[in-house]
């Protein structure tokens, strides 16, 4: 069974995933962009509350667990 994700904002996701080596690149409408070499580039909605089925598929695009990624978060 998965860990539970939290409810997090867009900002709170982009600062893990660049703990986790993804860059900001730009911001497009309300989306921030990351990139990282070799790996798809990510499209974090600016909003206060992720839905958590954005968040989980935003994981799964970047080839990360939800464990990774909540240690990430969490450090």
Same mark, same amino acid.
């Given at each position: 069974?998965?860990?539970?994700?939290?409810? =997090?904002? +867009?900002?709170?996701?982009? #600062?893990?995933?660049?703990?986790? +080596?993804? $860059?900001?690149? $730009?911001?497009? +409408?309300? %989306?921030? =962009?990351? *990139?990282?070499? +070799? %790996?798809?580039?990510?499209?974090?909605?600016? %909003? #206060?509350?992720?839905?958590?089925?954005?968040? *989980?598929?935003?994981?799964?695009?970047?080839?990360?667990t939800?464990? $990774?990624?909540? $240690?990430? %978060?969490s450090?």
């Amino acid at each position: 069974m998965m860990p539970p994700l939290p409810v =997090i904002s +867009g900002r709170e996701a982009r #600062k893990a995933f660049e703990r986790l +080596g993804w $860059q900001f690149d $730009q911001t497009t +409408g309300s %989306h921030m =962009i990351l *990139r990282r070499a +070799g %790996h798809p580039t990510l499209s974090v909605p600016d %909003h #206060k509350e992720l839905a958590v089925g954005t968040l *989980r598929a935003l994981i799964r695009t970047a080839g990360l667990t939800v464990d $990774q990624f909540l $240690q990430a %978060h969490s450090g």
